[in-house]
């Protein structure tokens, strides 16, 4: 859901600059007491040629409907560097009535500035009695540079994007430059994996692999791997192309060079176990695995065919078969696309 707030730099006219000075002495108090002039934009003090500092506007968009849903990003901070800084915050939480405003406004010297979305914060939508929290992850950088100038509009832009929902065509257009999209689905399926190696000892060498079979490249970074009770977080960037495999092992050399080490996990030789891939509330794959009943066995990887590469078709045992081709000593194919059983 890619949501952009706007940043404004805007200047005063020179006929307001008396004025203005004595009204905004105390808005923000940015510069030292004796600078008066806190919020004038190319105004000099009167009866010299000195010209005192300029100052711009900034604001960004917090809130904004298309009519049937209101979207607030609550909880927000933002930390400001540059010729002036500060953190500001967002006033209100959990509303929906307009408790979090739609903008957040601040004035800041003329300058060049980055500015980072604090962690903490929330992307709400109210569509009904009830407000939904949604899954969303910032895409943009964080910090990212702007720059404020008189007389002229600087745009700041943060992206979000949401999971997917059924509706995955949605969109929408929203006020305060906010637009409302859907991410493409995302597709992983298990594939292979060695839960019994014989050249190795089991702490050191069992491994398994994941396809991806969407049309989207995939960074699984923050994403978590679970064996029944026991988990995994995956704490560095993983990017799988479309088509592409990743493996991971419990051990740095497996017989190969393993695309994630991971610990924690361990694979059962003999009882049932159920091997699951999420990534935040979206479940990409999940597989009950009774190596009792499946094929593989000790040195020999369980792969599944080509025939079958869906998250549907990989729950079905006789969709599985015993790997064939030879590595460090046993059998399986890890990284490499499977061949089709039978």
Not at 215 to 232: I, K, W
Not at 295 to 316: C, F
Request: aromatic share 6%; proline share 8%.
């Amino acid at each position: 859901m890619p949501l952009r707030f706007n940043t404004t730099s805007t200047v005063t006219s020179a006929s307001a600059c008396v004025e203005r000075a004595r009204s905004t002495h105390s808005l923000n108090r940015l510069l030292p007491p004796v600078a008066l002039a806190v919020s004038l934009g190319g105004c000099s003090a009167p009866g010299t040629d000195v010209e005192l500092p300029e100052y711009g506007h900034l604001s960004l968009g917090l809130r904004s409907s298309d009519g049937t849903i209101t979207y607030e990003l609550q909880g927000a901070s933002f930390h400001i560097a540059g010729p002036s800084e500060m953190t500001i915050e967002a006033p209100g939480t959990d509303s929906g009535d307009g408790s979090v405003p739609e903008t957040l406004d601040q004035e800041l010297l003329v300058g060049t500035y980055s500015l980072e979305l604090l962690p903490g914060w929330e992307l709400m939508a109210y569509d009904g009695p009830s407000p939904q929290t949604l899954d969303a992850r910032l895409l943009t950088p964080n910090p990212q540079d702007f720059e404020i100038a008189p007389a002229q509009t600087t745009t700041v832009g943060l992206q979000f994007e949401t999971a997917p929902t059924p509706k995955p065509d949605e969109t929408g257009s929203l006020a305060i430059e906010i637009e409302v999209t859907q991410a493409q689905q995302r597709a992983l399926v298990i594939t292979e994996f060695m839960v019994n190696p014989a050249a190795l000892p089991d702490a050191d060498g069992e491994w398994f692999e994941v396809h991806n079979t969407g049309a989207v490249q995939l960074d699984l970074a923050g994403c978590t791997v679970s064996r029944d009770t026991s988990t995994f977080t995956i704490n560095q960037p993983l990017v799988i192309a479309p088509g592409d495999t990743a493996t991971f092992a419990n051990g740095e050399a497996p017989g190969f060079t393993p695309s994630y080490v991971y610990s924690g996990v361990t694979l059962p030789n003999s009882a049932a176990f159920t091997l699951s891939v999420s990534c935040g509330s979206e479940l990409l794959d999940s597989v009950l695995v009774d190596p009792g009943s499946w094929p593989g066995g000790a040195g020999v990887a369980a792969t599944l065919s080509a025939s079958a590469t869906n998250a549907a078709s990989n729950d079905d045992a006789g969709n599985w078969c015993s790997a064939t081709a030879s590595y460090n000593g046993d059998l399986g194919s890890p990284g490499a696309h499977n061949p089709s059983c039978g």
